[in-house]
C-alpha cells in the first residue's frame, strides 16, 4: 500500500492504495512564499500598477474597503494590516474607512465571527458591515453587455475610494478569483448575483478562462461601473503564504496575477484517470459542501467517463446552503435537474444541484464527509465517513480496471489540471 495523508477539515485523513496501480500525485508547484511578506505587500502599496495610486486621492472623504467572508482563506501575515497602516500614514483617519465584509449569497456573518478573519485591533477601531443580499440598501447602476442589473452595496458604492481585498487563485467557474469579484459578487444583491451565475450553463465558463469568460467579464463590468479604484491581490500557497502580492487598478492587477496563477496551479496530464481522490484543501475550503463542489468540478474535469471521484471534505456546516437542500431533495434525479436549468431556471443555491449533476451524470462521486449519510443521499450523492475509508478502498479497487489510474489531489480547489488535448 502507498499511503496518502490529504487535508480534511482542519485536520488530515490517511488513505491507502495499493500499489499495483498507476498512482499520480497531482499539486501546485511548489514555490518558496515571499521571504517578506510583509515588506512586499507594504512595497506593493506604496507602488501601485497602473496610472493611480492613493496618494492622488488626499481628498477623498471616505474609503470603502471589501474583503471577503471567513468561506476563503486568510493570508499570513494578513495585507489589510498594512493597507491600513498605509492609509494611516497619508493622514486618513479611522472613522473615513468603512471595512465591508462580502457575503455574496452566503449567510452574513456574526460580530462574534469577526475574528476569523480580522484582527481584534481591527474590530475596535474600525467600522465593519456585513453584507447582506436581501436587506442592504443597494445603488442600482443599471444594466452590463450581458443584461445583468448592477446592483451594488449603496454605503461602499458612495465611497469616494473603493477597494477591494482578496486572494487569486483558480475558480472553477469564474475563471479567477479575486479583483472587483469581491465587491461585484460579494455586495452585491441576489438579483445581480443570480444573473451572473445563470451563465454557468454556457460555455468557457471554466477555470483558467479569463477574457472570454461571460461571467469573469460581467463582473469586470460591474466593477468598472461600480468605480472599484484598487484591488490588493494575493497569491497564496496551501500554508496561506504570499507568494506574490499585486496593488493597483483592477484590469492591471489581473494581467500580472493571471500567469503567476497559471504557472503556480496549472497542472497538464496526459490522460485522465479511472479514480481521482480529491481534497479541496481542507479548512476554511471544504466548510461546507456549497465551498467544497468548487474541488470536485476540477477533479471530475480529469475523470475518465464512468471512472470514479471521492471528494474527501469535512463540511462541518453541512451544505452551507438551505435552498440548494430544499431543491435538491424534492428533485427527482440529476436528469431532472439538469433539464429544468437547461429549461431556463436559474437560482443561487440550487445552482450547486446542477454542477454536481453536471460530473454525477458522467462520473461516479462519493462524499467522505461529517455529514450525516441519510442528508447526502437526499442530495443524491454516494455518502461515506472518515472511519470507513479504509473499507471504502478496498471496495472501490475492486471496482476499478486491472491496470487503472489513479490521481491524488490534496488541493484540487486550486490545481487547474486539463488533459493536454483539452488544455486551452
Known amino acids: 500500500m502507498t499511503e496518502f495523508s490529504l487535508p480534511y477539515g482542519k485536520t488530515h485523513l490517511t488513505v491507502n492504495v495499493p500499489k499495483i496501480f498507476e498512482i499520480d500525485v497531482l499539486v501546485p508547484q511548489s514555490i518558496n512564499p515571499l521571504p517578506d511578506g510583509e515588506d512586499a505587500t507594504t512595497k506593493a502599496i506604496a507602488s501601485p500598477l497602473g496610472k493611480l495610486s492613493l496618494s492622488d486621492f488626499a481628498d477623498a472623504g471616505t474609503i470603502g474597503i471589501a474583503i471577503n467572508d471567513k468561506t476563503r482563506p486568510m493570508p499570513k501575515p494578513n495585507p489589510l494590516n498594512h493597507l491600513l497602516s498605509h492609509l494611516s500614514s497619508l493622514g486618513f483617519s479611522k472613522e473615513q474607512i468603512t471595512i465591508f465584509i462580502g457575503s455574496g449569497t452566503h449567510t452574513p456573518m456574526s460580530k462574534d465571527e469577526f475574528s476569523h478573519i480580522l484582527d481584534e485591533a481591527i474590530v475596535e477601531d474600525y467600522q465593519v458591515i456585513v453584507h447582506d443580499c436581501d436587506q442592504s440598501p443597494m445603488a442600482d447602476l443599471g444594466k452590463t453587455a450581458y443584461k445583468t442589473p448592477i446592483q451594488i ?4 458604492y458612495e465611497c469616494d475610494i473603493k477597494i477591494t481585498v482578496g486572494n487569486i487563485e483558480p475558480h472553477h467557474f469564474m ?4 479583483g472587483v469579484k469581491t465587491a461585484a ?5 441576489r438579483e445581480t448575483i443570480n444573473t451572473n451565475h445563470a451563465m454557468l450553463t454556457r460555455d468557457q465558463t471554466r477555470s483558467g478562462v479569463f477574457h472570454i ?5 460581467d463582473i469586470e463590468e460591474i466593477g468598472r461601473k461600480a468605480e472599484i479604484h484598487f484591488t490588493l491581490g494575493t497569491v497564496l500557497n496551501e500554508q496561506k503564504q504570499i507568494l506574490q502580492v499585486f496593488f493597483g487598478d483592477p484590469q492591471s492587477v489581473m494581467q500580472a496575477a493571471i500567469p503567476i496563477v497559471r504557472q503556480v496551479f496549472g497542472v497538464t496530464i496526459s490522460h485522465p484517470f479511472d479514480l481521482v481522490i480529491a ?3 481542507g479548512a476554511p475550503k471544504d466548510i461546507n459542501l456549497y465551498q467544497a463542489q468548487k474541488g470536485l468540478t476540477h477533479a471530475a474535469r480529469i475523470t475518465k467517463d464512468g471512472g470514479w471521484v471521492v471528494l474527501l471534505a469535512a463540511c462541518p456546516e453541512g451544505s452551507g446552503s438551505q435552498s440548494y437542500e430544499d431543491y435538491v431533495t424534492k428533485a427527482g434525479s440529476h436528469e431532472a435537474v439538469i433539464k429544468e436549468f437547461k429549461n431556463g ?3 443561487v443555491g440550487p445552482h450547486k444541484a446542477f454542477q454536481i449533476a453536471r460530473e454525477a451524470l458522467r462520473v461516479n462521486l462519493v462524499l467522505v464527509s ?3 449519510p441519510q442528508d447526502v443521499k437526499q442530495w443524491k450523492l454516494t455518502p461515506s465517513q472518515p472511519k470507513f475509508i479504509d473499507q471504502l ?13 489513479i490521481a491524488i489531489m490534496p488541493a484540487t480547489t486550486r490545481t487547474m489540471a486539463e488533459v493536454k488535448d483539452d488544455a486551452k
Open 213 to 217: 469568460n461571460p461571467m469573469r467579464q
Open 153 to 156: 452595496n449603496q454605503a461602499f
Open 279 to 281: 481534497s479541496p484543501g
Open 175 to 178: 475563471g479567477f478569483s479575486g
Open 345 to 347: 431556471f436559474f437560482k
Open 393 to 405: 478502498m478496498d471496495w472501490l479497487t475492486k471496482q476499478l480496471p486491472p491496470k487503472a489510474s
Open 185 to 189: 459578487i460579494g455586495l452585491a444583491s
Open 370 to 372: 461529517d455529514i450525516p
